[in-house]
């Protein structure tokens, strides 16, 4: 069965600091996707960044940077000069192999909640 | 233009009772799905749909019924509401492309409060 573990429940930290928010993944495919959400207050999930299991290439999008590394099972997530707005919980989530169409199911961590102090 | 809507967006009823959250996605999906959000933010797949057939049924009580009236509508039917169902309830959808998986785009939410 697939896991994803996110260590970090509530991270806080002062506007303009680097943060890295932690992912650890299980599962049991060589086929599989990893993803990143982000809840705002506001309450809605908005999609950052999909990664498969093929492509360890790591991915910067402006302030956004993520790290995926097969061999230690992780996705971390980094934001660099953090600001306010970035005040979240951000979700990391993983999708194993197709098995039928319909199949792909999301698994959640818990979720880090991310406090930046203006 | 919203692209998956939800409805209502606040539900608060009492005990006993028997509601219905509707979901409407305008992308074109094929596969819709509701998803559970409890008071610690854990969020949980229930079910999914995929051209109005059930495809996955996670450990859901069976009083929560879904249903697809058509590809661009998962409605969510709760029976005999109790006070753990209280949540925020989450419709998605994607594109499902076979061995590409496409990123799920999610509804605004429901919250939905038992008392």
């Known amino acids: 069965a697939q896991k994803v573990t996110q260590a970090q429940t509530e991270i806080s930290v002062v506007e303009k600091e680097d943060v890295t928010l932690d992912c650890v993944y299980e599962?049991?495919?060589?086929?599989?996707?990893l993803f990143w959400y982000k809840q705002p207050p506001s309450g809605e999930l908005v999609f950052l960044i999909r990664?498969?299991?093929?492509?360890?290439q790591n991915e910067i999008s402006g302030r956004y940077s993520w790290n995926f590394q097969k061999s230690t099972s992780s996705f971390n997530f980094t934001i660099t000069a953090s600001q306010v707005v970035d005040s979240a919980v951000y979700f990391c989530?993983?999708?194993?192999?197709?098995?039928?169409?319909?199949?792909?199911?999301?698994?959640f961590g818990k979720g880090t909640k991310l406090s930046v102090i203006p | 233009d919203t692209a998956v809507s939800q409805t209502p967006k606040y539900l608060v009823t009492q005990m006993g009772n028997d509601k219905s959250i509707k979901c409407e996605q305008n992308l074109g999906h094929d596969t819709m799905y509701w998803y559970k959000q409890d008071s610690k933010k854990f969020l949980k797949i229930m079910f999914s749909?995929?051209?109005?057939?059930?495809?996955i049924n996670e450990t859901v009580p069976n009083r929560f019924s879904p249903k697809s009236p058509d590809k661009a509508h998962l409605n969510l039917h709760i029976n005999s509401l109790e006070l753990g169902d209280s949540a925020v309830y989450f419709c998605a959808s994607s594109q499902d492309r076979g061995l590409t998986y496409n990123e799920q785009f999610f509804g605004p939410g429901t919250r939905l409060t038992v008392l």
């Open positions: 990664r498969n299991s093929f492509d360890e």
């Open positions: 989530a993983l999708s194993e192999a197709y098995s039928g169409a319909g199949s792909y199911q999301l698994t």
């Open positions: 599962t049991r495919d060589t086929t599989y996707y």
């Open positions: 749909y995929n051209n109005k057939e059930l495809i």
